[in-house]
Protein backbone atom coordinates (compact mmCIF):
# COMPACT_ATOMS: atom_id res chain seq x y z
CA UNK A 1 0.00 0.00 0.00
CA UNK A 2 2.94 2.13 0.69
CA UNK A 3 4.32 1.72 -2.77
CA UNK A 4 0.97 2.28 -4.54
CA UNK A 5 0.55 5.47 -2.73
CA UNK A 6 4.13 6.89 -3.49
CA UNK A 7 2.98 6.16 -7.20
CA UNK A 8 -0.15 7.88 -6.74
CA UNK A 9 1.78 10.98 -5.13
CA UNK A 10 4.29 10.90 -7.80
CA UNK A 11 1.72 10.73 -10.58
CA UNK A 12 -0.14 13.83 -9.10
CA UNK A 13 2.77 15.64 -8.60
CA UNK A 14 3.45 15.27 -12.30
CA UNK A 15 0.22 16.81 -13.18
CA UNK A 16 0.49 19.69 -11.14
CA UNK A 17 3.89 19.98 -13.03
CA UNK A 18 2.12 19.49 -16.15
CA UNK A 19 -0.33 22.52 -15.24
CA UNK A 20 2.71 25.22 -14.42
CA UNK A 21 4.44 24.61 -17.32
CA UNK A 22 1.24 24.85 -19.39
CA UNK A 23 0.13 28.30 -17.98
CA UNK A 24 4.30 28.95 -18.03
CA UNK A 25 3.97 28.53 -22.11
CA UNK A 26 0.55 30.23 -22.76
CA UNK A 27 2.55 33.51 -20.74
CA UNK A 28 5.41 32.96 -22.78
CA UNK A 29 3.27 32.75 -26.25
CA UNK A 30 1.60 35.67 -24.96
CA UNK A 31 5.02 37.83 -24.55
CA UNK A 32 6.59 36.37 -27.91
CA UNK A 33 3.66 37.32 -29.93
CA UNK A 34 3.43 40.66 -28.10
CA UNK A 35 7.42 40.89 -28.88
CA UNK A 36 6.96 39.86 -32.40
CA UNK A 37 4.18 42.81 -33.17
CA UNK A 38 6.53 45.34 -31.84
CA UNK A 39 9.54 44.38 -33.73
CA UNK A 40 7.05 43.98 -37.19
CA UNK A 41 5.84 47.64 -36.39
CA UNK A 42 9.15 49.15 -36.42
CA UNK A 43 10.58 47.95 -39.61
CA UNK A 44 8.94 50.80 -41.86
CA UNK A 45 10.53 53.39 -39.46
CA UNK A 46 13.75 51.34 -39.92
CA UNK A 47 13.22 51.36 -43.34
CA UNK A 48 12.70 54.92 -44.09
CA UNK A 49 15.44 56.02 -41.77
CA UNK A 50 17.97 53.65 -43.80
CA UNK A 51 17.06 56.03 -46.18
CA UNK A 52 17.15 59.42 -45.13
CA UNK A 53 20.73 58.52 -43.84
CA UNK A 54 22.35 57.20 -47.30
CA UNK A 55 20.69 60.72 -48.95
CA UNK A 56 22.68 62.88 -46.20
CA UNK A 57 25.83 60.59 -46.39
CA UNK A 58 25.93 61.18 -50.34
CA UNK A 59 25.39 64.58 -50.07
CA UNK A 60 27.84 65.30 -47.41
CA UNK A 61 30.67 63.56 -49.48
CA UNK A 62 30.39 66.06 -52.02
CA UNK A 63 30.63 68.97 -49.30
CA UNK A 64 33.18 70.64 -47.08
CA UNK A 65 31.55 69.46 -43.66
CA UNK A 66 33.27 67.84 -40.72
CA UNK A 67 30.90 65.73 -39.04
CA UNK A 68 32.85 63.80 -36.38
CA UNK A 69 29.84 60.63 -36.58
CA UNK A 70 30.73 60.05 -39.96
CA UNK A 71 34.67 59.71 -38.89
CA UNK A 72 36.51 56.78 -39.56
CA UNK A 73 40.06 56.78 -37.64
CA UNK A 74 42.55 53.85 -37.27
CA UNK A 75 40.85 51.20 -34.75
CA UNK A 76 42.84 50.65 -31.89
CA UNK A 77 39.70 50.12 -29.23
CA UNK A 78 36.28 48.94 -30.31
CA UNK A 79 32.93 49.70 -27.70
CA UNK A 80 31.16 46.31 -27.74
CA UNK A 81 27.70 47.05 -27.00
CA UNK A 82 25.94 43.74 -25.93
CA UNK A 83 21.96 43.56 -25.39
CA UNK A 84 20.93 40.70 -22.99
CA UNK A 85 18.10 39.78 -20.74
CA UNK A 86 17.77 40.52 -17.02
CA UNK A 87 16.23 36.98 -16.31
CA UNK A 88 16.60 33.42 -17.38
CA UNK A 89 14.37 30.54 -19.04
CA UNK A 90 13.80 32.11 -22.21
CA UNK A 91 16.03 29.42 -23.62
CA UNK A 92 19.46 30.54 -26.20
CA UNK A 93 18.57 33.66 -25.98
CA UNK A 94 21.35 35.12 -23.41
CA UNK A 95 23.96 32.71 -23.83
CA UNK A 96 23.70 33.06 -27.57
CA UNK A 97 24.36 36.36 -27.41
CA UNK A 98 27.24 36.42 -24.71
CA UNK A 99 29.23 34.17 -26.51
CA UNK A 100 28.39 35.76 -29.92
CA UNK A 101 29.87 38.76 -27.77
CA UNK A 102 32.90 36.99 -26.36
CA UNK A 103 34.27 35.30 -29.45
CA UNK A 104 34.17 38.87 -31.31
CA UNK A 105 35.98 40.48 -28.14
CA UNK A 106 38.68 37.24 -29.06
CA UNK A 107 38.99 38.07 -32.70
CA UNK A 108 39.69 41.73 -31.83
CA UNK A 109 42.63 40.57 -29.21
CA UNK A 110 43.79 38.71 -31.97
CA UNK A 111 44.24 41.26 -34.63
CA UNK A 112 45.67 43.69 -31.89
CA UNK A 113 42.73 45.34 -31.01
CA UNK A 114 41.73 46.47 -27.80
CA UNK A 115 37.91 46.25 -26.47
CA UNK A 116 35.58 47.35 -24.03
CA UNK A 117 31.87 46.70 -23.06
CA UNK A 118 28.81 48.21 -22.61
CA UNK A 119 26.22 45.94 -21.40
CA UNK A 120 22.26 46.23 -21.29
CA UNK A 121 20.60 43.67 -19.44
CA UNK A 122 21.64 41.86 -15.79
CA UNK A 123 22.47 38.35 -17.60
CA UNK A 124 25.66 39.75 -19.80
CA UNK A 125 26.82 42.03 -16.93
CA UNK A 126 26.96 39.43 -14.30
CA UNK A 127 28.33 37.58 -17.01
CA UNK A 128 31.09 39.83 -17.90
CA UNK A 129 32.06 41.10 -14.75
CA UNK A 130 32.37 37.46 -13.07
CA UNK A 131 35.73 37.32 -15.31
CA UNK A 132 37.09 40.85 -14.72
CA UNK A 133 36.45 41.86 -18.48
CA UNK A 134 36.84 45.87 -19.48
CA UNK A 135 33.75 47.21 -19.19
CA UNK A 136 32.63 50.87 -19.33
CA UNK A 137 28.60 51.12 -18.64
CA UNK A 138 25.99 48.56 -17.06
CA UNK A 139 21.99 49.36 -17.74
CA UNK A 140 19.56 46.98 -15.87
CA UNK A 141 16.19 46.68 -14.75
CA UNK A 142 14.83 48.52 -18.14
CA UNK A 143 11.35 48.67 -18.78
CA UNK A 144 9.29 45.82 -20.36
CA UNK A 145 8.55 48.44 -23.11
CA UNK A 146 11.87 50.42 -23.51
CA UNK A 147 11.56 54.54 -23.10
CA UNK A 148 12.97 57.10 -25.36
CA UNK A 149 14.79 58.12 -21.55
CA UNK A 150 16.15 54.74 -21.00
CA UNK A 151 17.53 54.99 -24.81
CA UNK A 152 18.48 58.31 -24.74
CA UNK A 153 20.94 57.41 -21.36
CA UNK A 154 22.81 54.18 -23.40
CA UNK A 155 23.08 56.47 -26.66
CA UNK A 156 24.38 59.67 -24.57
CA UNK A 157 27.34 56.92 -23.11
CA UNK A 158 28.35 55.62 -26.87
CA UNK A 159 28.56 59.10 -27.89
CA UNK A 160 30.76 60.18 -25.61
CA UNK A 161 32.48 57.05 -25.75
CA UNK A 162 32.93 58.00 -29.60
CA UNK A 163 33.21 61.73 -29.69
CA UNK A 164 36.18 61.30 -26.73
CA UNK A 165 37.97 59.05 -28.91
CA UNK A 166 38.30 56.35 -26.39
CA UNK A 167 36.42 53.78 -28.56
CA UNK A 168 37.51 54.46 -32.57
CA UNK A 169 34.44 51.83 -33.39
CA UNK A 170 31.00 50.78 -31.73
CA UNK A 171 29.78 47.78 -32.37
CA UNK A 172 26.48 46.34 -31.41
CA UNK A 173 26.05 42.77 -31.03
CA UNK A 174 22.17 41.78 -30.66
CA UNK A 175 19.87 38.90 -31.05
CA UNK A 176 17.94 39.44 -34.27
CA UNK A 177 14.52 38.14 -34.38
CA UNK A 178 13.50 36.24 -37.78
CA UNK A 179 10.76 34.22 -36.94
CA UNK A 180 8.93 32.84 -34.01
CA UNK A 181 11.02 29.67 -33.99
CA UNK A 182 14.18 31.42 -35.43
CA UNK A 183 16.26 34.25 -34.12
CA UNK A 184 20.17 34.56 -34.46
CA UNK A 185 23.20 37.16 -32.62
CA UNK A 186 24.61 39.24 -35.23
CA UNK A 187 26.74 42.31 -34.96
CA UNK A 188 26.08 45.52 -36.61
CA UNK A 189 28.32 48.72 -36.59
CA UNK A 190 26.79 51.62 -34.93
CA UNK A 191 29.80 54.35 -35.08
CA UNK A 192 31.12 56.06 -37.06
CA UNK A 193 27.34 56.12 -39.10
CA UNK A 194 28.13 54.58 -42.79
CA UNK A 195 25.21 52.82 -44.33
CA UNK A 196 26.97 51.78 -47.68
CA UNK A 197 25.63 48.32 -48.32
CA UNK A 198 23.18 48.54 -45.87
CA UNK A 199 19.78 46.45 -46.95
CA UNK A 200 17.35 48.53 -44.81
CA UNK A 201 14.50 45.68 -45.98
CA UNK A 202 16.15 42.61 -44.84
CA UNK A 203 17.37 44.09 -41.59
CA UNK A 204 16.53 46.08 -38.55
CA UNK A 205 18.49 49.09 -38.69
CA UNK A 206 19.92 50.63 -35.28
CA UNK A 207 21.07 54.46 -35.29
CA UNK A 208 21.79 56.79 -32.44
CA UNK A 209 21.38 60.62 -32.44
CA UNK A 210 22.51 63.33 -30.40
CA UNK A 211 20.36 65.12 -27.34
CA UNK A 212 21.41 68.73 -29.57
CA UNK A 213 19.36 68.02 -32.25
CA UNK A 214 21.99 66.57 -35.21
CA UNK A 215 21.01 63.96 -36.80
CA UNK A 216 17.46 63.55 -35.05
CA UNK A 217 14.56 62.33 -36.05
CA UNK A 218 11.38 63.10 -35.86
CA UNK A 219 9.27 60.18 -36.85
CA UNK A 220 6.28 62.01 -38.40
CA UNK A 221 8.45 63.74 -40.72
CA UNK A 222 10.71 61.03 -41.73
CA UNK A 223 8.48 59.83 -44.71
CA UNK A 224 7.91 63.39 -46.29
CA UNK A 225 11.73 64.16 -45.63
CA UNK A 226 12.55 61.19 -48.01
CA UNK A 227 10.57 62.67 -50.56
CA UNK A 228 11.24 65.71 -50.69
CA UNK A 229 15.14 65.19 -51.01
CA UNK A 230 16.08 65.92 -54.38
CA UNK A 231 17.24 63.16 -56.86
CA UNK A 232 19.80 64.98 -58.47
Same mark, same amino acid.
Not at 177 to 184: D, E, I, N, T, W
Not at 189 to 204: F, K, R, V, W
Given at each position: ?????SIRDRIQSVKNTKKITEAMRLVAAARVRRAQEQVIATRPFADRLAQVLFSLQTRLRFEDVNLPL???REVKTVGLLVISGDRGLCGGYNSNVIRR?????????SEGVNYTYVLVGRK????? +??????? &??TYSGLEQIPTAAEATNIADELLSLFLAEKVDRIELVYTK????????PVIQ??????? +??????? &??VFRLTTRGGQFQVEREKVASTVTALPSD
Open positions: MANLKLKKAENRAKELQATQYF +QRRNQPI &DAFVSLVSSRTLLPLDT +QGLEAAD &DE
